[in-house]
């Protein structure tokens, strides 16, 4: 029986291994599809949100998983075996260190406190993500692959894709994983119809603030606003990584606000605007979560106070918190 259990525990972790490879890969690869420097280096690394999401819902045991990814990859771009190796530790060693500051800190996937949104973004993105830029950037200047000089653009757009995983990607998947079909399946059909306009008129706003030659990428913070009052993480989450793929696509194809600029430019102008949009999704859907989530414990706990006085004294009127509201008389204005 203990035989039958050890094969059935370890055979569930190989196969999350694998997944969690499988996933990293195809993210890797999709990733790719938007590089900026030597074929590998992306504004929006998509890998590095799978790999911490991954983290945070099956434990540092899935490691492996991370680590085969990258090398699957990377095996195909790296000059040597040695710089894939040490480029697939860096890409390994960052979401774990990510992992080990978010859980010190007490972060909770369901980030529904502001306190989660601030360290998934201060830890887990901007200080997690050093190791793997560092790592990265220094191996290929050691090998030759980019000169001394490369280093610190390389770095910085190294650096700033992988946080923009982590923002933009995390909190997508940690909002898949904490899904039910029961309960989506009770939204009523207008809320649906609200979701649908969203989503259309965020891409709507988007594209024209990308295709116009001034910077206006600023209106789509609205559609951010709207989405995270009215359906919080389940709607900014997804608006956000909506914008910033769209944005970095216009940005790799040099157009609208980042035609007739250096690679330089156009990523400081890209990664300030994804992590704009990143943290005021984040932030306000998490402010506006913690206040309803307040609310809502503050009229359990008058509930249960006022059946408390009520079974202590079954005669006492106890006035109903919050008051219903006043019903307006028939005829009136």
């Not at 989503?199 to 559609?223: E, H, M, Q």
Request: hydrophobic share 50%.
């Amino acid at each position: 029986m203990r035989r039958t259990e050890w094969l059935r525990h370890h055979g569930a972790t190989a196969a999350r291994i694998l997944g969690v490879a499988a996933v990293y890969y195809g993210g890797a690869k999709l990733g790719l599809l938007q590089e900026l420097v030597r074929g590998q280096v992306t504004p929006l690394w998509p890998p590095t949100g799978i790999a911490l999401t991954a983290l945070l819902l099956f434990g540092p045991r899935i490691w492996p998983g991370i680590a085969l990814g990258a090398f699957l990859a990377n095996v195909s771009l790296g000059p040597s075996l040695p710089v894939v190796l040490a480029i697939v530790a860096g890409n390994t060693l960052g979401p774990l260190l990510s992992y080990r500051l978010l859980r010190r800190a007490g972060f909770r996937v369901e980030l529904d406190r502001l306190r989660d949104a601030v360290t998934l973004v201060f830890l887990g993105a901007l200080t997690g993500m050093l190791v793997s830029a560092t790592i990265g950037s220094g191996v290929l200047v050691l090998s030759g692959a980019l000169t001394t000089g490369d280093f610190w653009p390389t770095w910085a757009v190294w650096w700033t894709g992988d946080a923009m995983g982590v923002l933009v990607i995390t909190p997508v998947l940690l909002l898949i994983g904490a899904a039910r079909r029961p309960r989506m399946a009770g939204i009523h059909p207008l809320r649906w119809l609200e979701a649908a306009l969203l989503a259309a008129g965020t891409c709507t706003v988007t594209l024209l603030a990308v295709s116009s030659p001034v910077n206006l990428l600023y209106l789509v913070s609205p559609c951010l606003i709207w989405a995270a009052f009215r359906f919080q993480r389940a709607g900014a989450a997804p608006c956000a990584l909506l914008v910033s793929t769209i944005a970095i696509v216009a940005a790799a194809g040099e157009r609208g606000p980042f035609a007739q600029h250096d690679l330089l430019t156009n990523m400081a102008t890209l990664q300030a605007f994804n992590g704009i949009t990143a943290l005021t999704a984040l932030l306000l859907a998490a402010v506006v979560t913690e206040r309803r989530n307040t609310h809502e414990e503050i009229r359990r706990v008058c509930a249960q106070l006022a059946e408390a006085i009520s079974r202590l004294d079954p005669g006492a009127a106890v006035e109903q918190w919050p008051p219903p509201r006043r019903q307006k008389p028939d005829g009136g204005g």
